[in-house]
């Protein structure tokens, strides 16, 4: 399965307006779980939010039901969904008890240890973002931000901590640009027509 037809989850060939019975998007839950949980992250990341709101946003939207979404991605047959959620829902699953267990001394992780936790994830998305980018246009841009904001994290980690902050800044265009993706995919179903287009493929 190709990444074109991640398109076809995300509003690219879907009906003109819902009929009921058929399989649920479950996209738009993985969306929404990303996108708001990333958003609530950076609240904290830029001193706005304290850790807890995160933690139990991060372990029950942004880890459980973006989880859920991709197991469900995975049924209908959308590997890149399939990956794309499952794998980030156990990145916010993995994040929050790391930050359980360093406040309560179980497994306790120093500040490079969680940069290299985001090196991985860094590496990660980097894998996937041509697959968004061959998507749509919207897509494309969920990723290459996220992309940069790991890298932006990564180099705040293990340099000068400001890099944080300004990854949180870019991490909130981030999970604004997926609350979009996901909002173009429920208004073209509640309204038949695309009222928030994606654009076309970044890359052939």
Not at 30 to 38: I, N, P, Q, R
Not at 136 to 164: K, M
Not at 176 to 187: C, N, S
Request: hydrophobic share 50%; net charge neutral.
């Amino acid at each position: 399965m190709n990444a074109n037809t991640f398109s076809n989850q995300i509003g690219a060939a879907e009906p003109a307006a819902h009929t009921h019975g058929t399989h649920g998007n479950p996209a738009v839950v993985g969306l929404a779980g990303f996108g708001m949980t990333t958003i609530l992250l950076q609240f904290h990341n830029v001193g706005w939010a304290s850790l807890g709101p995160v933690i139990w946003t991060g372990l029950i939207f942004g880890g459980l039901a973006q989880l859920i979404a991709g197991l469900h991605e995975g049924r209908i047959g959308n590997n890149f969904g399939y990956t794309a959620f499952t794998s980030y829902g156990c990145f916010w699953i993995a994040l929050c008890l790391i930050q359980i267990g360093n406040a309560t001394g179980l497994f306790p992780v120093s500040h490079s240890d969680v940069g290299w936790f985001l090196v991985i994830w860094t590496i990660y998305t980097a894998v996937m973002t041509p697959g968004a980018m061959r998507n749509s246009t919207g897509l494309g841009l969920v990723f290459i931000t996220l992309l940069i904001g790991f890298i932006l994290l990564v180099i705040g980690h293990f340099g000068p901590a400001i890099f944080n902050v300004i990854a949180g800044y870019e991490l909130m265009l981030c999970g604004a640009l997926a609350l979009y993706v996901m909002a173009h995919t429920i208004y073209k179903d509640a309204f038949g027509r695309d009222l928030l287009p994606v654009g076309k493929p970044m890359i052939g």
